[in-house]
């Protein structure tokens, strides 16, 4: 197992994450704009809805992305912690078998 390879793939599910709440952020102003523009018609307070599904969507991918990057680092350490205690017990076993 390349533990180097798993911590990069949590730094880029953790990365991936970061980008889609980022993104969501940035349209944040410009969508409230929209519905308050259009809260008058039936589309502004669909669109508010919308919205605020969107964001949930957002913020529940980011917090699955989130827990991926964390088990993968954590498994990287858990392997690491066994690699290390399987060398342990072969170097303090007796020689000469």
Do not use: C
């Amino acid at each position: 197992m390349d533990l180097e390879e798993m911590r990069k793939w949590s730094t880029s599910a953790r990365e991936i994450a970061n980008s889609f709440v980022a993104a969501s952020h940035s349209i944040e102003g410009t969508v409230t704009d929209g519905y308050v523009a259009l809260s008058e018609w039936d589309s502004g307070p669909a669109l508010r809805a919308r919205w605020i599904r969107w964001e949930d969507q957002i913020t529940s991918l980011g917090n699955l992305l989130a827990d991926v990057a964390d088990r993968l680092n954590r498994t990287a350490d858990n392997y690491r912690a066994a690699d290390e205690a399987a060398h342990r017990q072969v170097t303090a076993a007796p020689q000469g078998w």
